[in-house]
């Protein structure tokens, strides 16, 4: 039995093994139609989502297995203070895989000590979000032919962006990558994750304020929301919240063959203008999330598709 907390839980072997497998659902859906069939995936959401939580249903649904799914904190024994790890053991009993949002860092992993079954983080508060890395993979794989020799431009809120802390640690990984860190002072990214995974593995790194220096010179731009629910006063998100607007005129600066990706919901922080730019790859990105969680599940269970 084994959870994915994260994304180092993944070698990099198995990484590309999840991106095959995905690449092969998206080829030949119908072998895996009933790869699951007969196993139940819980998702357990205590934070709001849209498509977290639904991809991995209707990735459920297309392996052939079932799914029983909390929503909402306020309506489950949460609400009568129970805690992770009595929920985690009571849907061990229930289902088969569980995959679990949760506002406090650390929730997932209390929950994969107590649960019987494989636990997937599918968020927990500003810590990490692995499955949004391996739909990055995906769509970086897929987009722009390779993993490494990349320049890669992350923007925004990289504090408390659980997504942009997943990326890098996956990306560490990879040859010749060079990241791009584009925040306002307040919002860089965290020392837990600067010191201990781009210093520690030798990333070359420049760290800079200015959207429109960075954006001639990227491969890869990654545009995340300014994390509202994770601020301590609201005058302070209000003063940031638009820090960055990409827009159709700043996208003019880009390289022609640069790639726009946003792990959604957007704000205000990418124009509607620019949603039909084809290096707009934010929409295709949440698709590929749904075939990488299928992989995922595939991989956590065992299981296999029709030869
Ligand atoms: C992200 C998250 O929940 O961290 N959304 C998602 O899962 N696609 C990004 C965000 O909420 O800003």
Redesign the pocket.
């Known amino acids: 039995m084994r959870s994915v907390i994260d994304i180092t839980d993944l070698s990099k072997e198995e990484l590309y093994g999840l991106i095959d497998t995905a690449n092969d659902i998206i080829e030949n859906p119908g072998k895996y139609a009933h790869a699951c069939a007969g196993k139940k995936l819980a998702t357990l959401f205590f ?1 709001p ?1 849209t ?2 939580r639904m991809s991995f249903e209707a990735a459920m649904y297309e392996l052939g297995g079932s799914v029983i799914s909390m929503t909402d904190g306020a309506s489950s024994s949460a609400s009568k203070g129970e805690s992770v790890s009595d929920t985690a053991k009571i849907v061990s009993c229930y289902a088969d895989i569980i995959a679990m ?1 949760h506002p406090k860092e650390g929730a997932a992993l209390v929950a994969a000590k107590a649960a019987t079954v494989p636990v997937i983080n ?2 927990d508060g500003g810590h990490c ?1 692995p499955t ?1 890395t391996l739909a990055d993979l995906l769509t970086i794989s897929r987009e722009k032919g390779r993993l490494d020799d990349l320049t890669i431009g992350l923007c925004g809120d990289l504090k408390f ?3 942009v802390h997943s990326l890098i640690n996956a990306m560490s990984r990879y040859e010749n990558v060079r990241l791009v860190l584009i925040s306002p002072e307040e919002l860089r990214l965290p020392d837990y994750v600067y010191n201990d995974v781009i210093v520690k593995n030798g990333m070359k790194c420049v760290q800079t304020s200015d959207l429109s220096w960075a954006l001639p010179q990227l491969d890869v731009l990654y545009m ?2 300014v ?1 509202r629910e994770r601020f301590f006063n609201e005058e302070d998100y209000l003063r940031l919240k638009d820090s960055y607007i990409l827009t159709p005129e700043k996208m003019g600066h880009a390289k022609p063959d640069m790639i726009v990706m946003h ?3 957007r704000v205000n922080e990418i124009s509607v203008k620019v949603d039909d730019d084809p290096r707009a790859c934010y929409f295709k990105q ?1 698709l590929y ?1 749904k075939y990488m969680r299928e992989a995922l599940i595939l991989s956590l269970l065992s299981a296999n598709p029709e030869k």
């Open positions: 934070e989502s498509r977290t949002r599918a968020g979000h949004q962006g659980r997504t995340t929301r994390q792990p959604l919901p949440a999330g």
